[in-house]
């Protein structure tokens, strides 16, 4: 349980809460139809699909890491990813199902095809470890299946927490672009590591910024 171990785990509950929050509204979603005394079983069990196919995957992802470049390939990808969370506006267009494994199947895959994002970060996030994927999802899943009202509540109060949440992001793909073996020799000065990973995290959420600031201009300007 070393700071390292805390710090990874802390960020993997970050990530899973700021990526996953829209997930738990998949899931309301594809249940809605359905009676009350169904709905509460669907969303358990399409939960729990979801959780194995996200585990898997995450540690599928872990494995995939290990090899030569794509650390850098992941790494680039969730600068992205973390770009992107602070400037997209993101809808919910999810058809209910009609009966209970219908639903339960559109929560697997809405979740499977809404994850993949999540998947990459969390395990960047993890280095290489099972235990921190596992530990990770069992403790932020429950909090955005149960609390996913909440959390978009307090995003929307909050919105300070996208923004942590993508620095998050942004810090994690640093950390995996300068733990890539072969760019090694690069990041041997703890002056050049450090600031590196600190251009990238400033970068992304200066980036993110202006690209809101502007978009909020064209709006106001298409306004009158």
Do not use: C
Not at 138 to 155: C, N
Not at 174 to 199: R, S
């Amino acid at each position: 349980m070393s700071i390292e171990f805390l710090s990874a785990l802390l960020s993997i509950v970050i990530i899973d809460l700021v990526l996953a929050g829209d997930n738990a509204i998949v899931i309301g979603l594809a249940a809605r139809n359905l009676p009350k005394h169904q709905q509460k079983q669907t969303i358990i069990w399409g939960t729990v699909g979801a959780i194995v196919i996200r585990a898997l995957a995450t540690m599928a992802v872990v494995w995939l890491l290990k090899i030569p470049g794509l650390l850098l390939v992941g790494g680039v990808l969730l600068v992205w990813i973390a770009y992107k969370l602070l400037i997209e506006e993101k809808g919910h267009e999810v058809e209910a199902g009609k009966n209970m494994w219908e639903a339960i199947r559109t929560i697997i895959i809405a979740d499977a095809l809404m994850g993949l994002d999540n998947v990459l970060a969390v395990a960047g996030a993890a280095h290489g470890s099972f235990l921190l994927v596992i530990l990770g999802l069992l403790i932020s899943v429950p909090i955005v299946v149960w609390g996913s009202t909440l959390i978009l509540k307090w995003v929307e109060q909050f919105p300070i927490i996208i923004t942590i949440g993508a620095g998050v992001l942004a810090w994690t793909a640093a950390k995996m672009i300068v733990g890539e073996p072969f760019l090694a020799t690069y990041f041997t000065n703890p002056t050049i590591k450090y600031g590196f990973e600190l251009f990238v995290i400033v970068g992304v959420l200066a980036a993110g910024r202006w690209k809101k600031e502007k978009t909020h201009k064209k709006v106001k300007a298409a306004n009158g």
